[in-house]
T-cell receptor, first 109, second 117 residues
Framework: QKEVEQNSGPLSVPEGAIASLNCTYS??????FFWYRQYSGKSPELIMF??SNGDKEDGRFTAQLNKASQYVSLLIRDSQPSDSATYLC?????????WGAGTKLIIKP | EAEVAQSPRYKITEKSQAVAFWCDPI?????LYWYRQILGQGPELLVQ????????DSQLPKDRFSAERLKGVDSTLKIQPAELGDSAMYLC???????????????FGPGTRLTVL
């Protein structure tokens, strides 16, 4: 069974620090990897996706993919209180998008 | 900016009643998804359309749920009869086209919060 695992948290990070969120997946055939942010009571919004090994940067966000170890991570630099949310990892295998349960991130001022 | 539209935003109903949700995807998006999300969990795919055809409805409780996308544009999800366990957020998402392993990204509407009493 295809699985995507995330630590549910909450992960508490001081304002201005780097927040590191991790996601592991079970299917070696996984091809694309997505990070979504979800504020309480709202719908998920796309932060970024990655499909090649290595790092991909977009502003304060960096996604890191290691297919050999089957994990993908999201780094948030200079964390702000507005980054407090649940972060969902989603993994595409062929036509399916498999979702993790999310990690709750709290940025403390 | 193009958005996925959903209505209603909130719905309160009693057990055994019928409810319906509507979704209008981003213009030109061929693929449409209905998800259910329970608090503290990730989205659970209920049904996926490519144009007007169902691609995946393996997790749709077909005894009470139905979905249609007759003209390949907007879509309706219906529950009849509603049960207490159906209380959740119902999310609609769309993407440009379904590609095996592709990087087509899903964009979500605001969701419908359903409460069954």
């Amino acid at each position: 069974q295809k699985e995507v695992e995330q630590n549910s948290g909450p992960l508490s990070v001081p304002e201005g620090a780097i927040a590191s969120l991790n996601c592991t997946y079970s299917d070696r055939g996984s091809q694309s990897f997505f990070w979504y942010r979800q504020y309480s009571g709202k719908s998920p919004e796309l932060i970024m996706f990655i499909y090649s090994n290595g790092d991909k940067e977009d502003g304060r966000f960096t996604a890191q993919l290691n297919k050999a170890s089957q994990y993908v991570s999201l780094l948030i630099r200079d964390s702000q209180p507005s980054d407090s949310a649940t972060y969902l990892c989603a993994v595409r295998v062929n036509y399916q998008l498999i979702w993790g349960a999310g990690t709750k991130l709290i940025i403390k001022p | 900016e193009a958005e996925v539209a959903q209505s209603p935003r909130y719905k309160i109903t009693e057990k055994s009643q019928a409810v319906a949700f509507w979704c209008d995807p981003i213009s030109g998006h061929a693929t449409l998804y209905w998800y259910r999300q329970i608090l503290g969990q990730g989205p659970e795919l209920l049904v996926q359309f490519q144009d007007e055809s169902v691609v995946d409805d393996s997790q749709l409780p077909k005894d009470r749920f139905s979905a249609e996308r007759l003209k390949g544009v907007d879509s309706t999800l219906k529950i009849q009869p509603a049960e207490l366990g159906d209380s959740a957020m119902y999310l609609c998402a769309s993407s440009s086209r379904l590609l095996a392993g592709g990087q087509d990204t899903q964009y979500f509407g605001p969701g419908t919060r359903l409460t069954v009493l």
